[in-house]
C-alpha cells in the first residue's frame, strides 16, 4: 500500500498511525521486515526518546529497544527517574535496515511522516534523538553528534537534547558519562 502524506497527518491516534506502518510499502525496508517497529510506550509521555531503526531483536519482536541496547537504555532512563513505561520510544524508520545498516536518505525522508505525527499526538515536553543519525532527521541538521551533544535544541517549540546512541555505548564505555551529562539535560529541562 502507497500511502499518501495526508493520509499519515490525519491518523487520530497512535494505534492508527501503528496500523498504517504495518501496512507500509513506502520505501525499500518493508521488503526485508519480519515486523513493523512502530514504537510504543505512554500516549502521554512526557519524554519521548527516538533512536535510528530497528535491530534484529526489534524486527523480530516488533519492540523498539529490546536487546541488550534496550537494556541500557532502561538503565539510563531509570536513573533519571523516568521509567521505560513513562516514556515513549520510536525511531527514525519503523522497519529494519539489512545489516543494521543506516538508513538511506530516501528511507528516513519516506518514514519521517509517521515519526512526525507520533510526536504531535504524544505532544512530548522533552525529546531526547539518540544518535547521530536521529539527531540529523529531527534537527534537518548534518553535524557531528560531539558538536550537537550538551546543549538545548529545538524541534519546534520542543526542547530537544541529543546524546549517543545507547549501541554506541555499548561500543564505547567512554560515552557513559557524556551520556549521563545529556540525559541530566533533559530530565532538567522535564522539570520547568
Ligand atoms: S521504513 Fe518506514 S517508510 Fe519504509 S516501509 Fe517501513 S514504515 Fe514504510
Known sequence: MTLLGDEITRAESLAEVAELIRGCERCRLCQGRTHTVPG??????????IGEGPG??????GRPFVGAAGKLLDQILGAIDCPRESVFIANIVKC???QNRKPLPDEATACLSFLHRQIALVQPTVLLAMGGTAAEWLLGVKQSLGHLRNQVH???SIPLVVTYHPAALLRNPNW???TWDDVRI????LEL
Open 176 to 178: 557513559k558519562k557524556p
Open 96 to 98: 529494519r535496515p539489512p
Open 154 to 156: 529545538r524541534y519546534g
Open 186 to 189: 533533559a530530565r532538567q529541562l
Open 40 to 49: 510504543e510506550g505512554n500516549p502521554r509521555a512526557r519524554l519521548m526518546c
Open 56 to 61: 534484529a531483536n526489534e524486527d523480530e519482536t
